[in-house]
C-alpha cells in the first residue's frame, strides 16, 4: 500500500487546563477525500492549525508524506496547499497579479501555470483582470483556491470551501475536488455543509469536543441511516450522554 499523504497519531493540544484535541488519529492517502466534521468548538481548527505547522502539539505526532511537521519542521509543507477561513489580498491588486506573484517563488512554475488554475477554479480572464476589492466573496474563494493550487500541492487542506458560492459554484467546486481526487490529490474537507461532504469525500471523521468520535467510509457511515447529517447528529448525541472526561 502507498504511503499516508497525512497522518496524525495519538495528536494532544492543550491550552492551560483546557484539552481543544484529545489523542486523535488518523491518516488520509493520496487520491482520497476526507470529510472533517464537527460542532463548533470541537477542536477542528485546531487540528488545522497543527497540521499546518501554526500549532505545536502538546504531545504525538504529526507527518506530511512521512515527514514530520511542527512550527520548527515546515519542509513538508512545501506539498501542501490550504485555503483556511477567508483568504487574505491586496485590494488593488487583480486576481491575476497577485496569482503571479506567488508563481514567482517557485521558479519551476511556467507563467501559463497562472492561467490553468484560474480555468481550473472558474474564475474568468475578465474578472481576473480586476482588481480584488471588487470582487465578490464568493470570486475571493476562487482565487484563494487557485493560490492554494498553484504549486500543485500533494495534499489540499480547506476550511469550508464553499463560503460565498452560489449554487452552481458549489456543484463546480464539488465536481473540482473529485477531479482532483481522481488525479490522485489528498484532500483534508472541513465544512458544516454536511450534504456538500457527503457527495464529495470517501471517509469522514467526526470530533466532538476534542475526541475523534467516529471515522470510517461514508457508505459505512450511511448504513441504516438517511443521510450524513442523521449520522452527525446520532454521533454527536451518543458523545454527549456519555460519561464526561475527567
Not at 461514508?218 to 447528529?233: A, S
Amino acid at each position: 500500500m502507498s504511503q499516508p499523504v497525512l497522518r496524525l497519531e495519538h495528536v494532544v493540544k492543550d491550552y492551560g487546563s483546557v484539552r481543544a484535541v484529545d489523542d486523535v488519529s488518523l491518516t488520509v492517502w493520496p487520491g482520497e477525500c476526507f470529510g472533517f466534521l464537527g460542532p463548533n468548538g470541537a477542536g477542528k481548527t485546531t487540528t488545522i492549525g497543527m497540521v499546518l505547522g501554526l500549532l505545536h502539539p502538546t504531545a504525538g505526532r504529526i507527518e506530511v508524506l512521512g515527514r514530520p511537521v511542527t512550527p520548527r519542521h515546515t519542509a513538508a509543507l512545501r506539498e501542501v496547499g490550504a485555503l483556511v477561513g477567508a483568504p487574505a489580498f491586496y485590494p488593488y491588486l487583480s486576481g491575476r497579479a497577485h496569482l503571479d506573484l506567488l508563481r514567482r517563488l517557485y521558479p519551476d512554475l511556467p507563467p501559463s501555470r497562472v492561467d490553468e488554475v484560474l480555468e481550473q477554479v472558474g474564475l474568468p480572464p475578465q474578472a481576473a483582470r480586476r482588481p480584488v476589492k471588487t470582487y465578490s466573496t464568493g470570486m475571493r474563494q476562487r482565487l484563494g483556491l487557485a493560490a492554494a493550487l498553484l504549486h500543485r500541492p500533494r495534499l489540499l487542506v480547506l476550511d469550508e470551501p464553499t463560503n460565498g458560492l452560489d449554487p452552481i459554484g458549489m456543484a463546480e467546486m464539488r465536481a473540482l475536488l473529485r477531479q482532483l481526487a481522481e488525479g490522485g490529490m489528498a484532500i483534508f474537507l472541513s465544512s458544516h455543509l454536511l450534504h456538500e461532504v457527503q457527495q464529495v469525500c470517501d471517509r469522514v471523521g467526526i470530533l466532538y469536543r476534542g475526541r475523534l468520535q467516529a471515522v470510517g467510509p461514508v457508505d459505512e457511515l450511511l448504513q441504516g441511516r438517511r443521510d450524513l447529517e442523521e449520522v452527525f447528529f446520532d454521533t454527536v448525541a451518543a458523545a454527549s450522554s456519555a460519561r464526561p472526561r475527567a
